[in-house]
C-alpha cells in the first residue's frame, strides 16, 4: 500500500480506511503453522467441507512473508515459542493472530513448566477462541470476528506503523489470561 504510506492523516482518509479495512478483512492470508490436535481442526477448516475459500482465506500460504494471519492452533512448548515470535516478526503488516483452543490462550490442561501459559506472553493476540479443540465453525466464527475489528479499527496514514508499534506494547503488557480471575478475584 504505498499511497497510503504518503498520505498525512486527516478528515480526508475516513472513506479510504473503510475502503481499505473492507478489502483488509475480506483477504486474510493464513501462515501455514500447526502446533498441536487444535491444527487438525484448522486442517478441517481449510479443506473441503469448511472450504475457508468461501470466506475469502484462499490457501493457507507457505511464506510468513506472505501472510498476514496467524492461527496460534495448539499448545506452545518453551522451545517452539522463539519459532512462533520468529515467524510473526516475518510477516508482513499490518497482521493480526487469532488464539485457536485452550492449550494457545492460557496453557489449557497443561499447567506446568514446559508450556508457555498462554501465547499473549508471545505475540499480541486479536481473537481469543476458546475449545479443546475449537470445531472448524468455532474458527469461522473467529474469522468473522476478526473482520468486524479490521472493519472498525484499522489505522492507515503516516502513523500506522507507530499506532500498531503502541497497539502491540498495549498487548504484551496486558495481564496474561491465567492471571485474570473474573469473579472469582
Ligand atoms: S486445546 Fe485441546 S485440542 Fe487444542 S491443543 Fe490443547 S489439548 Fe489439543
Redesign the pocket.
Known amino acids: 500500500m504505498g499511497l497510503e504510506e504518503k498520505m498525512p492523516p486527516g478528515v480526508g482518509l475516513t472513506t479510504l480506511e473503510a475502503v481499505l479495512g473492507w478489502a483488509k478483512a475480506r483477504s486474510p492470508w493464513p501462515v501455514t503453522m500447526g502446533l498441536?490436535?487444535?491444527a487438525i481442526e484448522m486442517m478441517a477448516f481449510g479443506a473441503l467441507r469448511f472450504d475457508a475459500s468461501r470466506i475469502g482465506m484462499e490457501v493457507f500460504r507457505s511464506s510468513p512473508r506472505h501472510s498476514d494471519l496467524m492461527i496460534v492452533s495448539?499448545?506452545v512448548s518453551q522451545k517452539m515459542a522463539p519459532v512462533v515470535r520468529n515467524i510473526y516478526d516475518e510477516m508482513m503488516e499490518p497482521k493480526w493472530v487469532i488464539s485457536m483452543?485452550?492449550?494457545a490462550c492460557t496453557g489449557?490442561?497443561f499447567n506446568n513448566y514446559a508450556l508457555v501459559q498462554g501465547i499473549d506472553h508471545v505475540v499480541p493476540v486479536d481473537i481469543y477462541l476458546p475449545g479443546?479443540?475449537p470445531r472448524p465453525e468455532m474458527l469461522i466464527n473467529a474469522v468473522f470476528e476478526l473482520r468486524n475489528q479490521l472493519m472498525e479499527k484499522q489505522p492507515i496514514g503516516a502513523h500506522r506503523k507507530e499506532m500498531a508499534k503502541a497497539a502491540e506494547a498495549a498487548a504484551l503488557s496486558a495481564t496474561p489470561i491465567q492471571d485474570r480471575k473474573g469473579l472469582l478475584a
Request: glycine residues 24%; positive net charge; proline residues 8%.
Open positions: 498441536a490436535c487444535c495448539g499448545r483452543g485452550a492449550c489449557g490442561v479443546c479443540p
